[in-house]
Protein backbone atom coordinates (compact mmCIF):
# COMPACT_ATOMS: atom_id res chain seq x y z
CA UNK A 1 0.00 0.00 0.00
CA UNK A 2 2.28 3.12 -1.19
CA UNK A 3 4.17 2.90 -4.33
CA UNK A 4 5.64 -0.46 -4.93
CA UNK A 5 9.01 1.85 -6.43
CA UNK A 6 12.44 0.08 -4.83
CA UNK A 7 14.60 1.91 -6.83
CA UNK A 8 16.60 4.74 -5.45
CA UNK A 9 14.92 8.05 -5.56
CA UNK A 10 17.22 9.88 -8.33
CA UNK A 11 17.75 13.51 -7.46
CA UNK A 12 14.61 15.60 -8.54
CA UNK A 13 14.70 17.62 -11.16
CA UNK A 14 13.17 20.94 -10.30
CA UNK A 15 12.41 21.38 -14.16
CA UNK A 16 10.12 17.95 -13.86
CA UNK A 17 7.34 18.48 -11.43
CA UNK A 18 5.61 15.04 -11.61
CA UNK A 19 9.18 13.83 -10.77
CA UNK A 20 9.49 16.16 -8.06
CA UNK A 21 6.17 15.10 -6.36
CA UNK A 22 7.15 11.27 -6.77
CA UNK A 23 10.31 11.80 -4.63
CA UNK A 24 8.04 13.05 -2.02
CA UNK A 25 5.07 10.35 -2.19
CA UNK A 26 2.76 13.37 -2.78
CA UNK A 27 -0.47 12.09 -4.57
CA UNK A 28 -4.00 11.47 -4.54
CA UNK A 29 -7.01 9.14 -5.41
CA UNK A 30 -10.24 9.74 -6.22
CA UNK A 31 -13.45 7.77 -6.91
CA UNK A 32 -16.26 9.58 -8.73
CA UNK A 33 -19.74 7.86 -8.15
CA UNK A 34 -22.57 9.66 -10.19
CA UNK A 35 -26.42 8.18 -9.11
CA UNK A 36 -27.70 8.56 -12.79
CA UNK A 37 -28.43 5.68 -15.71
CA UNK A 38 -25.85 7.70 -17.65
CA UNK A 39 -23.32 7.41 -15.52
CA UNK A 40 -20.83 6.43 -17.46
CA UNK A 41 -20.78 9.39 -20.23
CA UNK A 42 -20.71 11.86 -17.30
CA UNK A 43 -17.85 10.38 -15.81
CA UNK A 44 -15.66 10.24 -18.98
CA UNK A 45 -16.56 13.18 -19.84
CA UNK A 46 -15.29 14.88 -16.76
CA UNK A 47 -12.57 12.64 -16.68
CA UNK A 48 -11.33 13.81 -20.46
CA UNK A 49 -12.52 17.90 -19.69
CA UNK A 50 -10.13 18.12 -16.68
CA UNK A 51 -6.81 19.89 -17.56
CA UNK A 52 -3.46 17.36 -16.52
CA UNK A 53 -0.71 20.16 -17.74
CA UNK A 54 2.00 18.73 -14.50
CA UNK A 55 -0.42 16.06 -13.35
CA UNK A 56 0.13 12.01 -13.79
CA UNK A 57 -2.90 10.55 -13.93
CA UNK A 58 -4.41 6.77 -14.21
CA UNK A 59 -7.68 5.58 -13.96
CA UNK A 60 -8.30 1.72 -13.31
CA UNK A 61 -11.40 0.13 -12.00
CA UNK A 62 -12.00 1.58 -9.10
CA UNK A 63 -10.26 5.15 -9.11
CA UNK A 64 -8.42 7.85 -10.60
CA UNK A 65 -4.51 7.93 -9.03
CA UNK A 66 -3.26 11.62 -9.34
CA UNK A 67 0.54 12.64 -8.88
CA UNK A 68 1.82 16.48 -9.24
CA UNK A 69 2.11 19.54 -7.10
CA UNK A 70 -0.11 20.07 -4.22
CA UNK A 71 -1.91 23.13 -6.18
CA UNK A 72 -2.36 21.10 -9.72
CA UNK A 73 -3.83 18.20 -6.90
CA UNK A 74 -6.14 20.47 -5.48
CA UNK A 75 -7.18 22.11 -8.82
CA UNK A 76 -7.42 19.00 -10.79
CA UNK A 77 -10.01 17.36 -7.88
CA UNK A 78 -12.36 20.48 -7.71
CA UNK A 79 -12.53 20.59 -11.60
CA UNK A 80 -12.97 16.88 -11.93
CA UNK A 81 -15.49 16.92 -8.74
CA UNK A 82 -17.03 20.47 -10.90
CA UNK A 83 -17.35 18.80 -13.89
CA UNK A 84 -19.00 15.78 -12.64
CA UNK A 85 -21.47 18.09 -10.39
CA UNK A 86 -22.40 20.29 -12.99
CA UNK A 87 -25.23 17.98 -14.55
CA UNK A 88 -26.95 18.15 -11.51
CA UNK A 89 -27.12 14.36 -10.39
CA UNK A 90 -26.14 13.20 -7.07
CA UNK A 91 -22.74 13.09 -6.64
CA UNK A 92 -20.33 11.20 -4.24
CA UNK A 93 -16.14 11.60 -4.36
CA UNK A 94 -13.98 9.17 -2.57
CA UNK A 95 -10.63 11.08 -2.31
CA UNK A 96 -7.70 10.05 -0.55
CA UNK A 97 -4.37 12.09 -0.65
CA UNK A 98 -0.76 11.17 0.57
CA UNK A 99 2.22 12.53 1.24
CA UNK A 100 5.84 11.31 2.99
CA UNK A 101 6.28 7.86 1.72
CA UNK A 102 7.40 7.60 -1.53
CA UNK A 103 8.10 4.10 -1.81
CA UNK A 104 7.97 0.74 -0.09
CA UNK A 105 10.13 1.58 2.76
CA UNK A 106 9.98 5.39 3.92
CA UNK A 107 12.78 7.20 3.57
CA UNK A 108 13.36 10.96 5.11
CA UNK A 109 10.96 13.04 3.76
CA UNK A 110 11.58 16.78 4.25
CA UNK A 111 8.47 18.94 5.04
CA UNK A 112 6.33 20.66 2.62
CA UNK A 113 7.67 23.86 0.99
CA UNK A 114 4.55 24.37 -0.64
CA UNK A 115 2.05 27.05 0.75
CA UNK A 116 -1.70 26.28 0.93
CA UNK A 117 -3.33 25.64 -2.37
CA UNK A 118 -5.67 28.87 -3.07
CA UNK A 119 -8.75 27.75 -5.28
CA UNK A 120 -11.33 29.95 -7.11
CA UNK A 121 -14.78 28.68 -5.83
CA UNK A 122 -16.41 25.77 -7.62
CA UNK A 123 -19.72 26.95 -7.36
CA UNK A 124 -20.35 23.50 -6.06
CA UNK A 125 -22.15 23.15 -2.48
CA UNK A 126 -20.78 19.96 -0.76
CA UNK A 127 -20.69 18.13 2.64
CA UNK A 128 -18.02 16.25 3.16
CA UNK A 129 -17.24 13.84 6.02
CA UNK A 130 -12.96 14.19 6.18
CA UNK A 131 -10.25 12.27 8.40
CA UNK A 132 -6.52 13.01 9.14
CA UNK A 133 -4.09 10.20 9.32
CA UNK A 134 -0.57 11.48 10.78
CA UNK A 135 1.30 7.66 10.20
CA UNK A 136 4.81 8.77 10.70
CA UNK A 137 7.45 10.70 12.26
CA UNK A 138 11.42 9.40 11.54
CA UNK A 139 12.20 11.68 14.37
CA UNK A 140 10.45 9.60 16.63
CA UNK A 141 6.58 8.16 15.59
CA UNK A 142 3.89 9.40 17.51
CA UNK A 143 4.40 10.70 21.43
CA UNK A 144 2.33 8.64 23.67
CA UNK A 145 -1.13 10.35 24.47
CA UNK A 146 -0.42 13.21 21.67
CA UNK A 147 -0.88 11.37 18.37
CA UNK A 148 -3.90 13.28 17.80
CA UNK A 149 -2.65 16.50 18.32
CA UNK A 150 -2.43 17.49 14.97
CA UNK A 151 -5.95 16.09 14.23
CA UNK A 152 -7.27 18.89 16.78
CA UNK A 153 -4.79 21.70 15.21
CA UNK A 154 -6.39 20.97 12.02
CA UNK A 155 -10.42 20.89 12.80
CA UNK A 156 -9.20 23.88 14.62
CA UNK A 157 -8.39 25.47 11.31
CA UNK A 158 -11.83 24.26 9.75
CA UNK A 159 -13.63 25.97 12.04
CA UNK A 160 -11.35 29.03 11.61
CA UNK A 161 -11.90 28.44 7.85
CA UNK A 162 -15.97 28.44 8.04
CA UNK A 163 -16.21 24.80 6.75
CA UNK A 164 -16.31 22.98 9.91
CA UNK A 165 -20.01 22.02 10.55
CA UNK A 166 -19.37 19.04 13.56
CA UNK A 167 -17.89 16.07 14.91
CA UNK A 168 -18.78 12.97 14.21
CA UNK A 169 -17.51 9.49 14.96
CA UNK A 170 -14.16 9.21 13.08
CA UNK A 171 -14.61 11.68 11.06
CA UNK A 172 -15.65 15.53 10.92
CA UNK A 173 -18.30 16.87 8.77
CA UNK A 174 -17.06 19.62 6.28
CA UNK A 175 -19.78 21.95 4.64
CA UNK A 176 -19.19 24.55 1.69
CA UNK A 177 -17.83 25.52 -1.44
CA UNK A 178 -16.21 22.36 -2.78
CA UNK A 179 -12.92 24.75 -3.21
CA UNK A 180 -12.58 25.84 0.09
CA UNK A 181 -13.64 22.13 1.55
CA UNK A 182 -10.74 20.99 -0.45
CA UNK A 183 -8.31 23.41 0.31
CA UNK A 184 -9.21 22.62 4.23
CA UNK A 185 -8.26 19.47 3.05
CA UNK A 186 -5.25 20.31 1.69
CA UNK A 187 -4.20 23.16 4.26
CA UNK A 188 -4.40 20.63 7.34
CA UNK A 189 -2.62 18.02 5.44
CA UNK A 190 -0.02 20.30 4.56
CA UNK A 191 0.20 21.54 8.00
CA UNK A 192 0.27 18.24 9.68
CA UNK A 193 3.35 17.14 7.64
CA UNK A 194 5.04 19.83 9.08
CA UNK A 195 5.77 17.77 12.07
CA UNK A 196 4.34 14.12 10.31
CA UNK A 197 6.57 13.23 8.01
CA UNK A 198 3.76 10.69 6.68
CA UNK A 199 -0.02 11.76 6.70
CA UNK A 200 -3.04 10.90 4.51
CA UNK A 201 -6.14 12.56 4.45
CA UNK A 202 -9.56 10.89 3.33
CA UNK A 203 -12.71 12.75 2.78
CA UNK A 204 -15.99 11.23 1.19
CA UNK A 205 -17.54 14.58 -0.54
CA UNK A 206 -21.00 14.36 -1.48
CA UNK A 207 -22.97 17.35 -3.75
CA UNK A 208 -26.44 17.47 -4.59
CA UNK A 209 -27.69 15.19 -2.58
CA UNK A 210 -31.64 14.75 -2.99
CA UNK A 211 -31.81 15.15 0.59
CA UNK A 212 -32.93 18.53 2.46
CA UNK A 213 -30.58 19.36 5.78
CA UNK A 214 -33.98 19.53 7.78
CA UNK A 215 -34.51 16.05 6.72
CA UNK A 216 -31.82 14.32 7.61
CA UNK A 217 -28.74 16.31 9.50
CA UNK B 1 -12.67 13.05 14.26
CA UNK B 2 -13.36 10.23 16.62
CA UNK B 3 -16.22 9.95 18.92
CA UNK B 4 -17.11 13.63 20.84
CA UNK B 5 -17.70 11.59 24.08
CA UNK B 6 -15.85 12.80 26.50
CA UNK B 7 -17.62 11.49 29.50
CA UNK B 8 -15.54 8.88 31.71
CA UNK B 9 -16.09 5.22 29.92
CA UNK B 10 -18.31 3.10 32.25
CA UNK B 11 -17.69 -0.42 33.24
CA UNK B 12 -18.62 -2.87 29.98
CA UNK B 13 -22.10 -4.69 30.50
CA UNK B 14 -21.28 -7.90 28.95
CA UNK B 15 -24.70 -8.01 28.22
CA UNK B 16 -24.94 -4.70 25.90
CA UNK B 17 -22.73 -5.27 22.78
CA UNK B 18 -23.38 -1.92 21.31
CA UNK B 19 -22.06 -0.39 24.89
CA UNK B 20 -18.73 -2.93 24.66
CA UNK B 21 -18.21 -2.01 20.99
CA UNK B 22 -18.50 1.72 21.88
CA UNK B 23 -16.22 1.34 25.32
CA UNK B 24 -13.76 -0.12 22.46
CA UNK B 25 -14.18 2.26 19.88
CA UNK B 26 -15.53 -0.21 17.67
CA UNK B 27 -17.32 1.06 14.71
CA UNK B 28 -17.37 1.47 11.03
CA UNK B 29 -19.06 4.40 8.57
CA UNK B 30 -20.21 3.45 5.13
CA UNK B 31 -21.47 5.44 2.06
CA UNK B 32 -23.27 3.15 -0.46
CA UNK B 33 -23.20 5.16 -3.94
CA UNK B 34 -25.63 3.04 -6.50
CA UNK B 35 -25.35 4.39 -10.25
CA UNK B 36 -28.61 4.88 -11.49
CA UNK B 37 -31.60 6.82 -11.88
CA UNK B 38 -34.01 5.25 -8.89
CA UNK B 39 -30.73 5.38 -6.50
CA UNK B 40 -32.73 7.02 -3.46
CA UNK B 41 -35.11 3.34 -3.83
CA UNK B 42 -32.47 1.15 -4.04
CA UNK B 43 -30.40 2.47 -1.48
CA UNK B 44 -33.06 2.72 1.36
CA UNK B 45 -34.67 -0.52 0.48
CA UNK B 46 -30.98 -2.16 1.04
CA UNK B 47 -30.65 0.35 4.48
CA UNK B 48 -33.82 -0.97 5.70
CA UNK B 49 -33.63 -4.78 4.47
CA UNK B 50 -30.49 -5.15 6.48
CA UNK B 51 -30.80 -7.05 9.83
CA UNK B 52 -29.64 -4.62 12.82
CA UNK B 53 -29.51 -6.75 15.73
CA UNK B 54 -26.80 -5.70 18.26
CA UNK B 55 -25.76 -2.91 16.11
CA UNK B 56 -26.75 0.88 16.73
CA UNK B 57 -27.47 2.52 12.89
CA UNK B 58 -27.83 6.22 12.36
CA UNK B 59 -27.87 7.50 8.71
CA UNK B 60 -27.07 11.21 7.74
CA UNK B 61 -26.74 13.11 4.49
CA UNK B 62 -23.26 11.22 4.41
CA UNK B 63 -22.96 7.98 5.68
CA UNK B 64 -23.94 5.69 7.68
CA UNK B 65 -22.56 4.75 11.05
CA UNK B 66 -22.76 1.28 12.69
CA UNK B 67 -21.39 0.58 16.16
CA UNK B 68 -21.13 -2.98 17.55
CA UNK B 69 -19.34 -6.62 17.51
CA UNK B 70 -16.67 -6.95 15.17
CA UNK B 71 -18.88 -10.08 13.29
CA UNK B 72 -22.05 -8.10 13.08
CA UNK B 73 -20.38 -4.91 11.28
CA UNK B 74 -19.22 -7.40 9.05
CA UNK B 75 -22.37 -9.41 8.41
CA UNK B 76 -23.96 -5.89 7.96
CA UNK B 77 -21.21 -4.32 5.71
CA UNK B 78 -21.53 -8.14 3.63
CA UNK B 79 -25.86 -7.69 4.03
CA UNK B 80 -25.84 -4.03 2.90
CA UNK B 81 -23.64 -3.86 -0.05
CA UNK B 82 -25.17 -7.16 -1.33
CA UNK B 83 -28.20 -5.85 -1.44
CA UNK B 84 -27.65 -2.46 -3.12
CA UNK B 85 -25.56 -4.58 -5.97
CA UNK B 86 -28.44 -7.24 -6.18
CA UNK B 87 -30.31 -4.98 -8.89
CA UNK B 88 -27.09 -5.06 -10.77
CA UNK B 89 -26.03 -1.76 -10.80
CA UNK B 90 -22.90 -0.51 -10.91
CA UNK B 91 -22.11 0.24 -6.87
CA UNK B 92 -19.48 1.80 -4.82
CA UNK B 93 -19.02 1.55 -1.31
CA UNK B 94 -16.49 3.76 0.78
CA UNK B 95 -15.99 2.03 3.89
CA UNK B 96 -14.07 2.59 7.25
CA UNK B 97 -13.58 0.64 9.99
CA UNK B 98 -12.20 2.11 13.15
CA UNK B 99 -11.08 0.67 16.62
CA UNK B 100 -8.65 1.72 19.76
CA UNK B 101 -10.19 5.13 19.84
CA UNK B 102 -13.13 5.80 21.86
CA UNK B 103 -13.22 9.16 22.80
CA UNK B 104 -11.27 12.73 21.84
CA UNK B 105 -8.87 11.24 24.07
CA UNK B 106 -8.13 7.74 23.59
CA UNK B 107 -6.94 5.85 26.89
CA UNK B 108 -5.74 2.54 26.96
CA UNK B 109 -7.82 -0.33 25.07
CA UNK B 110 -7.02 -3.81 25.25
CA UNK B 111 -5.98 -5.86 22.16
CA UNK B 112 -8.97 -7.18 20.23
CA UNK B 113 -10.51 -10.61 21.84
CA UNK B 114 -12.85 -11.05 18.91
CA UNK B 115 -11.68 -14.08 16.50
CA UNK B 116 -11.56 -13.57 12.70
CA UNK B 117 -15.20 -13.01 11.52
CA UNK B 118 -16.66 -16.22 9.18
CA UNK B 119 -18.71 -14.51 6.71
CA UNK B 120 -20.55 -16.88 4.02
CA UNK B 121 -20.49 -15.68 0.49
CA UNK B 122 -22.45 -12.83 -0.63
CA UNK B 123 -22.40 -14.05 -4.16
CA UNK B 124 -21.36 -10.31 -5.68
CA UNK B 125 -18.00 -10.34 -6.99
CA UNK B 126 -16.12 -7.12 -6.34
CA UNK B 127 -12.48 -5.29 -6.52
CA UNK B 128 -11.82 -2.87 -3.81
CA UNK B 129 -8.87 -0.24 -3.14
CA UNK B 130 -7.78 -0.98 0.81
CA UNK B 131 -5.44 0.82 3.08
CA UNK B 132 -4.77 0.19 6.46
CA UNK B 133 -3.47 2.76 9.24
CA UNK B 134 -1.83 1.57 12.68
CA UNK B 135 -2.08 4.62 14.37
CA UNK B 136 -1.10 4.93 17.99
CA UNK B 137 0.75 2.39 20.54
CA UNK B 138 -0.12 3.17 24.00
CA UNK B 139 3.68 1.99 24.62
CA UNK B 140 5.67 4.49 23.10
CA UNK B 141 4.15 4.86 19.21
CA UNK B 142 5.11 3.86 15.84
CA UNK B 143 8.78 2.42 15.71
CA UNK B 144 10.81 4.79 13.47
CA UNK B 145 11.42 2.83 10.51
CA UNK B 146 8.51 0.36 10.86
CA UNK B 147 5.57 2.07 11.06
CA UNK B 148 4.38 0.04 8.36
CA UNK B 149 5.32 -3.40 9.64
CA UNK B 150 1.83 -4.20 10.32
CA UNK B 151 0.59 -3.13 6.80
CA UNK B 152 3.27 -5.47 5.19
CA UNK B 153 1.87 -8.27 7.60
CA UNK B 154 -1.73 -7.52 6.57
CA UNK B 155 -0.84 -7.55 2.71
CA UNK B 156 0.62 -11.05 3.42
CA UNK B 157 -2.27 -12.01 4.68
CA UNK B 158 -4.31 -10.89 1.95
CA UNK B 159 -2.26 -13.01 -0.19
CA UNK B 160 -2.54 -16.10 2.08
CA UNK B 161 -6.84 -15.37 1.45
CA UNK B 162 -6.32 -15.10 -2.11
CA UNK B 163 -8.16 -11.93 -2.31
CA UNK B 164 -4.89 -9.56 -2.83
CA UNK B 165 -4.93 -8.14 -6.60
CA UNK B 166 -1.87 -6.05 -6.60
CA UNK B 167 -0.47 -2.99 -4.51
CA UNK B 168 -0.86 0.35 -5.89
CA UNK B 169 0.25 3.77 -4.80
CA UNK B 170 -1.46 4.75 -1.74
CA UNK B 171 -3.25 1.57 -1.94
CA UNK B 172 -3.71 -2.36 -2.57
CA UNK B 173 -6.47 -4.07 -4.67
CA UNK B 174 -8.32 -6.96 -3.51
CA UNK B 175 -10.49 -9.14 -5.92
CA UNK B 176 -13.18 -11.53 -4.60
CA UNK B 177 -16.32 -12.41 -3.14
CA UNK B 178 -17.89 -9.29 -1.37
CA UNK B 179 -17.50 -11.29 1.93
CA UNK B 180 -14.10 -12.31 1.28
CA UNK B 181 -12.90 -8.52 1.02
CA UNK B 182 -14.94 -7.73 4.07
CA UNK B 183 -12.89 -10.96 5.54
CA UNK B 184 -9.61 -9.50 4.53
CA UNK B 185 -10.52 -5.89 6.30
CA UNK B 186 -11.25 -7.11 9.11
CA UNK B 187 -9.16 -9.85 9.93
CA UNK B 188 -6.18 -7.64 9.04
CA UNK B 189 -7.37 -4.70 10.83
CA UNK B 190 -7.78 -7.09 14.25
CA UNK B 191 -4.44 -8.84 13.55
CA UNK B 192 -2.55 -5.09 13.31
CA UNK B 193 -4.94 -3.79 16.50
CA UNK B 194 -3.05 -6.65 18.32
CA UNK B 195 -0.13 -4.48 18.77
CA UNK B 196 -1.34 -0.80 17.41
CA UNK B 197 -4.53 0.17 19.73
CA UNK B 198 -5.54 2.44 17.59
CA UNK B 199 -6.47 1.21 14.24
CA UNK B 200 -8.22 2.38 11.13
CA UNK B 201 -8.95 0.90 7.88
CA UNK B 202 -10.60 1.96 4.68
CA UNK B 203 -11.79 0.90 1.22
CA UNK B 204 -13.64 1.42 -1.71
CA UNK B 205 -15.34 -1.26 -2.81
CA UNK B 206 -16.52 -1.52 -6.86
CA UNK B 207 -19.38 -3.98 -7.68
CA UNK B 208 -21.04 -4.87 -10.85
CA UNK B 209 -18.52 -2.72 -12.79
CA UNK B 210 -19.27 -1.93 -16.74
CA UNK B 211 -15.39 -2.21 -17.19
CA UNK B 212 -14.32 -5.64 -18.65
CA UNK B 213 -11.03 -6.38 -16.92
CA UNK B 214 -9.40 -6.68 -19.80
CA UNK B 215 -10.25 -3.02 -20.45
CA UNK B 216 -8.88 -1.16 -17.73
CA UNK B 217 -6.52 -2.93 -15.30
Request: aromatic fraction near 4%; charged fraction near 15%; charge should be negative.
Amino acid sequence: MTSTATAPIDPIDPTDPIAAAAALGVGARVTLSVMADDYVRVITQAISAVETHDLEVDTDKVSTFVRGPEHRIAEYLRDLIGAASAHGHHVVATVMISRGCPGEVCGVVGPPQAPTPHLAPAGVPVQAQWSLYPLFDPDGGARPGDHLAPVWAAIERAKQAGTYLRSEHFATTLQGDLADVLVTMLDTWLAAAQATQHVVTHATIVANSPVASQDLR
